[in-house]
């Protein structure tokens, strides 16, 4: 993930839930301390993040329309989800990730 991508994917995730992230918001997502955070993403936003960060951000991101659902959490277009029911199936799926990011940035 480079440092326009995340810049990208936090202003996609403030659209998926509704409000701006801050940069603040971001570093409570990641998991970063509160005294610090806001800077380590700042360096982010420039360089990218990189390993564990970066697969957990692109988990994240499936709560945006923007990104597609990543394939090993993809349980919609299996053989025994009928056809009709996949469009309620993944919306639902995004509205539980979108929950999830409010509930982490509290």
């Not at 509704?18 to 955070?37: E, T």
């Not at 999830?100 to 940035?105: G, L, T, W």
């Amino acid at each position: 993930m480079t440092g326009a991508e995340l810049k990208k994917l936090r202003e996609h995730l403030g659209e998926a839930i509704g409000r701006p992230l801050s940069v603040h918001d971001m570093a409570k997502l990641c998991g970063l301390p509160h005294p610090g955070g806001s800077d380590t993403i700042r360096k982010w936003e420039v360089t990218g993040p990189t390993g564990p960060v970066a697969e957990f951000l692109r988990i994240l991101s499936m709560a945006s329309d923007h990104y597609p659902i990543l394939e090993m959490f993809n349980v919609f277009d299996r053989h025994d989800v009928p056809v009709k029911d996949r469009p309620a199936r993944r919306q639902a799926f995004r509205e539980q990730m979108r929950s999830d990011v409010r509930r982490r940035i509290g």
